[in-house]
Nanobody
Framework: QVQLVESGGGLVQAGGSLRLSCAASGLTFSIKTMGWFRQAPGKEREFVAA???????YFADSVKGRFTISRDNAKNTVYLNMNSLKPEDTAVYYCAARGGSESLYSRMGYDYWGQGTQVTVSS
């Protein structure tokens, strides 16, 4: 079955950096659009970034210029590099594999999800 396992979360001071990883198995990773979402306490899960099988990238306005997304198809892994972190970036970050025809900006556009990894940015 499909498994997505995130790692790399933690506590960081504002202005710092973190790199999240998501290791995928059970799917044809190289052709899959992979996404990152986040959910802060009391808020809806929101789109952060996505990367297609042909390496096209998409970002939420709130993270443009600070976050990058990349993938290593040989390792079946997608990464989220987060720089210039702000307290408002604090959330549980989820990796997701795209499926269906809904917008890739929508959580409905993804079939499979990881368990999430906590990112906490202190001020």
């Amino acid at each position: 079955q499909v498994q997505l396992v995130e790692s790399g979360g933690g506590l960081v001071q504002a202005g710092g950096s973190l790199r999240l990883s998501c290791a995928a198995s059970g799917l044809t990773f190289s052709i899959k659009t992979m996404g990152w979402f986040r959910q802060a306490p009391g808020k809806e899960r929101e789109f952060v970034a996505a990367i297609t099988g042909i390496y096209r990238t998409y970002f939420a306005d709130s993270v443009k210029g600070r976050f990058t997304i990349s993938r290593d198809n040989a390792k079946n892994t997608v990464y989220l590099n987060m720089n210039s972190l702000k307290p408002e970036d604090t959330a549980v970050y989820y990796c997701a594999a795209r499926g269906g025809s809904e917008s890739l900006y929508s959580r409905m556009g993804y079939d499979y999800w990881g368990q999430g990894t906590q990112v906490t940015v202190s001020s």
